[in-house]
């Protein structure tokens, strides 16, 4: 079952080898690409090249949200 992973720390996302991680103020955590369907980002998060196109070939998709444009009452 391919699961949503959520990110809300600011940090970094990165590709290492054939898996990705997250590395944030509570340290580096790994992210499961095998069972990974989409990343929905409401940190501020850095990435780069090689991250997108591994997800591209992993059929990730990436989601970035801003706090900043949310509706309000």
Avoid at 17 to 39: C, D, M, Q, S
Avoid at 45 to 57: E, G, P, R, W, Y
Wanted: glycine share 6%; net charge negative.
């Amino acid at each position: 079952m391919e699961k949503s992973i959520y990110i809300f720390s600011d940090g970094e996302l990165r590709r290492k080898g054939n898996t990705l991680y997250f590395e944030g103020p509570a340290g580096r955590k790994y992210v499961p690409v095998e069972n990974v369907r989409e990343l929905l980002i409401f940190g501020e998060v850095t990435i780069n090249k090689k991250l997108l196109d591994f997800c591209s070939q992993q059929e990730i998709l990436l989601h970035f949200f801003n706090p900043d444009y949310a509706l309000e009452n």
